[in-house]
């Protein structure tokens, strides 16, 4: 069998256009067509044509290189730069155009607020193609990596054991140098000490000023990072890291990304924060909001409830699934709602106590009476008060959303919530290699976090409508 042998050496008679290397069903032609367009201006991009000065990259190529270079794993200004010499497709998208890698990070650097703004625009097109229903929002969250070690992250603990560290290691110092005899001075062995202890008053400094920044922080548990302030100790099935969290909005139709933010918290008080940023966006309010157990915050689900949003969030014991194994476990004790009082197994009242403002419950305890009771010491220890329940302060509402959880319209809907939110976190981490941001500070890794998602969406609708469908409607719009 004879082959096939190239030569990259065989002249042509009419040199090809760069047009004529790229297919007409080419994915890179659907990123032309949707920066094309965007309203650039509405997002943020300053548009100057007689601006002077040394000429600059017009914003439209820049970002169609930032885009396409996202969608495909390319995130390093240095990558960008190496795609624009010799990746055919990239050529093309920026008109043969080579920016350098400190212009890409800079225009990067530079832009993030408007490049947090181009997934917006990019969901409400989505609508006007009818790619999003609108009906019924998805809401999680996962742990991302800032570009930060977490070695360099400092709670007041640590503070105060670097410090002692260092007054011991000072103190030592002078020691040494009072001991070296006078015509010693100038030895090389002085200079060093001297040098160290300089090292260590300046280190000393460093943790003093970053005391000072913890203690003015409101935080329960304040902690800072010296290589960006704003990312914080988070624990995921990779351990803990410096990290984000990254939180996306889902429309059920189609799995499209309405919305996403970064946030340098839990999930716990997020919920109604994202679903609303949501429905900002679609124009209107949602009909069902779903989300996992970890949002299950009766304050934050109550918000959203109030307006007349169908919440499906399951409550953690719900989500544990685990049977009540203990005969004393506070699921055994009846909330007698006339009275005012919890009916333990025995029979016996607990009455209203105190209210714990800080933590927004109501105490209820058995005082004296429980004593005398033939389980006292298995169901309680505790002598002065007897046993202890608690009740949220708006437990009526948690009770009314964890009896609507179990409905069989609910659990339909919480069905779809793992193939719809899930699946772009695992397109980000798997398919693309996001383990960790490039940007330092919110509004970097948020701009970031708007891009991948932009990217992600890009993909969905190019696999669902095709490339010369979708760019044909993207320049209709």
Same mark, same amino acid.
């Given at each position: ?17 760069? &047009? ?19 309203? $650039? ?73 408007? $490049? ?9 097109? !989505? ?6 229903? =609108?009906?019924? $929002? ?33 103190? &030592?110092?002078?020691?040494? !140098? ?5 015509? &010693?001075? =100038? ?7 001297? &040098? ?13 000023? #970053? ?19 704003? !990312? ?8 803990? +890291? ?11 139709? +189609? ?26 966006? $679609?124009?209107?309010? !949602? ?23 169908? @919440?499906? @969030? ?24 006339? +009275? ?6 025995? =029979? ?14 109501? @105490? ?10 033939? +389980? ?12 202890? #329940? ?45 383990? =960790? ?41």
């Amino acid at each position: 069998m004879a082959y096939r042998y190239g030569d990259r050496y065989q002249g042509l008679l009419f040199p090809p256009s760069v &047009e004529e290397l790229v297919p007409e069903n080419a994915p890179v032609r659907v990123y032309d067509a949707f920066v094309e367009a965007l309203d $650039l201006p509405k997002l943020g991009f300053k548009i100057d044509p007689r601006q002077i000065g040394c000429p600059q990259y017009h914003p439209t190529a820049m970002l169609k290189l930032l885009l396409y270079g996202y969608s495909y794993g390319f995130r390093s200004s240095r990558k960008l730069e190496r795609e624009c010499h010799y990746n055919i497709t990239f050529i093309w998208l920026v008109g043969g155009l080579k920016p350098d890698h400190k212009t890409i990070a800079e225009f990067r650097r530079k832009n993030q607020k408007a $490049l947090k703004r181009v997934l917006k625009q990019c969901a409400q097109m !989505c609508l006007k193609l009818e790619l999003i229903e =609108g009906n019924t $929002l998805f809401v999680d969250g996962t742990k991302i990596r800032a570009n930060a070690s977490i070695k360099h992250t400092w709670t007041l603990d640590r503070c105060q054991k670097a410090l002692a560290k260092v007054d011991k290691r000072i103190a &030592e110092i002078l020691a040494q !140098c009072d001991s070296l005899d006078a015509r &010693e001075e =100038g030895s090389a062995s002085l200079t060093q000490l001297q &040098e160290e202890l300089a090292n260590k008053q300046a280190l000393k400094d460093k943790v003093k000023t #970053i005391v000072a920044e913890l203690e003015a922080q409101e935080a329960q548990k304040p902690q800072t990072n010296t290589t960006d302030p704003d !990312c914080r100790t988070m624990k995921s099935i990779q351990g803990s +890291h410096a990290s984000f969290n990254m939180q996306s909005v889902v429309d059920e139709k +189609h799995g499209i990304i309405v919305d996403t933010d970064v946030v340098n918290t839990g999930d716990i008080y997020q919920f109604a924060e994202q679903i609303s940023q949501a429905n900002e966006t $679609l124009g209107t309010d !949602c009909q069902t909001a779903c989300a996992d157990a970890g949002y299950s915050n009766v304050e934050e689900l109550e918000k959203i409830d109030s307006e007349g949003i169908h @919440v499906v @969030v399951p409550s953690q014991k719900q989500a544990a699934k685990s049977p009540t194994v203990n005969p004393f476990d506070k699921a055994h004790f009846t909330y007698d709602r006339d +009275h005012d009082c919890y009916v333990c197994p025995a =029979g016996q009242a607990l009455r209203y106590s105190h209210t714990n403002e800080r933590d927004k419950k109501r @105490v209820f305890r058995g005082g004296t009476t429980c004593r005398s009771c033939e +389980h006292f010491g298995e169901c309680t220890k505790s002598k002065a008060h007897g046993r202890s #329940i608690s009740r949220l302060l708006k437990a009526d509402v948690q009770e009314r959303l964890a009896a609507d959880y179990e409905t069989e319209a609910s659990q339909e809907v919480y069905a779809l919530r793992k193939q719809k939110v899930e699946l772009p976190f695992g397109h980000f981490k798997r398919n693309l290699g996001v383990t =960790g941001f490039l940007l330092r500070g919110l509004e970097g890794v948020k701009a970031e976090a708007a891009l991948l998602a932009s990217c992600f969406n890009l993909a969905r609708m190019e696999s669902m409508l095709g490339v010369a469908s979708l760019s044909a409607k993207l320049a209709a719009l």
